[in-house]
C-alpha cells in the first residue's frame, strides 16, 4: 500500500485503538527510510471522538524532542483514514521483556530496572515540560504509562511512546466526563476517581512498571478492571524487597514514595525520582542495556531484523516495484492514491517474517513522458547553418574576384571537421538533364547511403524555382539560375 511517500507493509504489533506497521518512507533520489505507521483500526476510524484523540497524539507527541521519547514524524490523512508516521526503533517492549523473563522464571537484574526507569522517567519529564508553539506549557500527562508504552532500544536507550490519551491545555479533543483512558492496574488513585490529574500521576504509574521490573510480580493484579481499580484505591502496597532479594531500604524508600496515595508525598517530578534512582546505585551504560536485551529477545529481534532487512531491500533499489510506485506518484504530482484494506497472510497473523504489500495494485495508469525538445531544436539549427552557408556561397559566386565554389556540406556528428577548405569545384559541363548540377554538388553534401531520385528530361532549364529539394528536403540551388 502506498500512503502518499510511504510504503506500508505486515504489521508488527497491534493494541486496542490501533495496529502498529513497518513502513519506509521513500523520497527523491533513491532516499529511503524505514518508519513505523500506526494505522488507527476500522471501526474507530468514524468515531470523531477517537479521531481526535488520535489527532491529539500527533501534535501534541511532535512538541516532545527528546531521546527518550519515540519522535513522531507525520501524520496521514487520505480515504477516510488516518496513519501516525512514526521513527523506527529496533528494540523491544518492556511488556515482552518481562513476560520473556516470567517464562523462563528469571528476574530482571537490580541495576538494568533501574536504568530502563531513569531513562522512562527522563522522557516522562520532556514531555511534562513541553511547550507549544507560542512557549505556553501544554501541562501533558501521558495518563497510560505501563510496561507496553515502554520500548528498549538495542541501543539501550529506553523510550517512551504513545501519548494518544493524553490530556494537555488547547488539545482539540474534551474528555468525556466518566471515561476512563489508560489500564486499570497502572492508574493512580487521582485518575480512577476522576479528579484532576498532573506530572504526579505518571510517577506513580512509573513506579508501579518499576515494582513490577523489580519483583517480577503484578503489583495490582486482578482477575478484571473492576477488581484491579478497587485494588489501586485501597490495596496495601508492600516494599519491593518483600517479593525480591538484595534490594536495599534505599530502593524501597525511592519506589514507595513513588506509590504514595496522596499526591503531595510522592516525588513532585519525574526527574527528582530519576535523580533520586542514580544517585541510589551505579547505573549500567546504554552499551550494557542493548547487550541485555539482545540476550533476553535475540530470537525475536533476529526476525523482525530479517524482516526489516526484506523490506528494506526490496525498496531500496531504483529499479524495484517501490520506486517505480514513488516515481508514478511524481508524475501525477502527488494525487491521492485508492488504499485497499491490508491483505491477511500467514506471515503477518502469526508474527513471523511478512511480505511486502504489493506496491503497484494501487497505483494510477502509467504517464507518458514529456517529449523532449531538443531533436526540434537540432534540426533547426541544421536549417539555420544550411542556409548561411548557401548564402555566403551565393555571394561569392556573384564577386568578379572571387572563384566559384561549391556549398559547404555540413559534416555528420560522428565525424570530425577537416581542418582545410575544400578544394573548389569545376564548373559543371553543359548537359540537356535539368539537374546535372546536382552531379557537381560534393559527395559530402549528402549522406553517402542516400539515393537521388532519377531526373526528368527538360527541353530547357525552368529558373521559376531556382533550386530543387534531395532526399532530405535540403535546397540545391540550380546554377544555371544564379
Same mark, same amino acid.
Given at each position: ?26 523520497? !527523491? ?9 500506526? /494505522? ?17 497524539? =500527533? ?71 513541553? +511547550? ?14 505501563? @510496561? ?22 488547547? /488539545?482539540? &479533543? ?16 487521582? &485518575? ?87 544517585? +541510589? ?67 503477518? &497473523?502469526?508474527?513471523?517474517?511478512? !511480505? ?30 544550411? !542556409? =548561411? ?69 527538360? @527541353?530547357?532549364?525552368? +529558373? ?16 544555371? +539560375?544564379?
Amino acid at each position: 500500500m502506498i500512503l502518499e511517500r510511504y510504503a506500508l507493509f505486515g504489521a508488527l504489533a497491534s493494541g486496542g485503538m490501533a495496529t502498529v506497521h513497518l513502513g519506509r518512507l521513500l523520497g !527523491a533520489a533513491g532516499f529511503s527510510r524505514t518508519v513505523a505507521i500506526k /494505522r488507527l483500526h476500522e471501526q474507530f476510524a468514524s468515531d470523531p471522538d477517537f479521531v481526535a484523540a488520535f489527532l491529539d497524539e =500527533a501534535r501534541l507527541a511532535a512538541r516532545i524532542r527528546h531521546p527518550n521519547v519515540v519522535p513522531t514524524l507525520d501524520v496521514v490523512a487520505t480515504g477516510g483514514r488516518l496513519f501516525l508516521v512514526m521513527e523506527y526503533v529496533e528494540g523491544e517492549s518492556l511488556s515482552r521483556l518481562l513476560k520473556t523473563m516470567l517464562r523462563s522464571d528469571m528476574l530482571m537484574p537490580m541495576p538494568i530496572a533501574a536504568a530502563i526507569m531513569v531513562g522512562a522517567l527522563s522522557g516522562l519529564h520532556a514531555a511534562h515540560e513541553a +511547550c507549544s508553539e507560542k512557549g505556553e506549557p501544554l501541562m501533558l500527562v501521558h495518563r497510560d504509562v505501563s @510496561p507496553q508504552n515502554i520500548l528498549v532500544g538495542t541501543d539501550g536507550v529506553p523510550r517512551v511512546l504513545d501519548f494518544g490519551v493524553a490530556k494537555a491545555i488547547g /488539545r482539540l &479533543q474534551s474528555t468525556d466526563s466518566g471515561r476512563l483512558k489508560g489500564k486499570a492496574a497502572y492508574m493512580a488513585p487521582e &485518575q480512577v476517581r476522576g479528579a484532576n490529574v498532573d506530572r504526579r500521576t505518571d510517577v506513580f504509574a512509573a513506579s508501579i512498571v518499576l515494582w513490577e521490573m523489580l519483583t517480577g510480580e503484578r503489583l495490582f493484579d486482578a482477575d478484571n478492571q473492576a477488581m484491579a481499580l478497587d485494588r489501586v484505591l485501597s490495596a496495601p502496597i508492600e516494599p519491593p524487597s518483600r517479593h525480591a532479594e538484595d534490594i536495599p531500604p534505599a530502593l524501597d524508600e525511592i519506589v514507595l514514595r513513588g506509590l504514595a496515595r496522596n499526591v503531595d508525598e510522592r516525588w513532585q517530578t519525574a526527574r527528582d525520582m530519576a535523580q533520586a534512582l542514580e544517585a +541510589c546505585m551505579t547505573l549500567p551504560s546504554p552499551t550494557h542495556i542493548g547487550a541485555w536485551v539482545e540476550s533476553i529477545a535475540g530470537d525475536s529481534l533476529h526476525e523482525r531484523a530479517e524482516r526489516v532487512a526484506e523490506v528494506e531491500s526490496s525498496t531500496s533499489d531504483p529499479g524495484t516495484r517501490a520506486s517505480e510506485a514513488l516515481a508514478t506518484l511524481q508524475v501525477v504530482d502527488g494525487a491521492a492514491t485508492t488504499l485497499d484494506p491490508l491483505p491477511s497472510s500467514p506471515a503477518s &497473523q502469526t508474527g513471523s517474517r511478512s !511480505a511486502a504489500i504489493p506496491l503497484s495494485a494501487s497505483m494510477p495508469p502509467h504517464q507518458p513522458r514529456r517529449r523532449s525538445l531538443t531533436p526540434v531544436l537540432i534540426s533547426a539549427a541544421a536549417l539555420v547553418a544550411v !542556409a =548561411a552557408s548557401v548564402t555566403a556561397w551565393m555571394l561569392g559566386r556573384g564577386s568578379a574576384s572571387s572563384p566559384e565554389v561549391a556549398a559547404p556540406a555540413i559534416a555528420p556528428a560522428h565525424e570530425p571537421t577537416a581542418s582545410a577548405p575544400p578544394e573548389p569545384a569545376p564548373p559543371a559541363e553543359p548537359s540537356a538533364e535539368p539537374d546535372a548540377a546536382l552531379a557537381a554538388t560534393p559527395p559530402s553534401a549528402a549522406p553517402p547511403a542516400a539515393k537521388k531520385k532519377p531526373s526528368r528530361a527538360a @527541353p530547357a532549364v525552368d +529558373c521559376s524555382v531556382p533550386f530543387v529539394r534531395d532526399e532530405l528536403g535540403r535546397k540545391i540551388w540550380k546554377r544555371e +539560375c544564379l
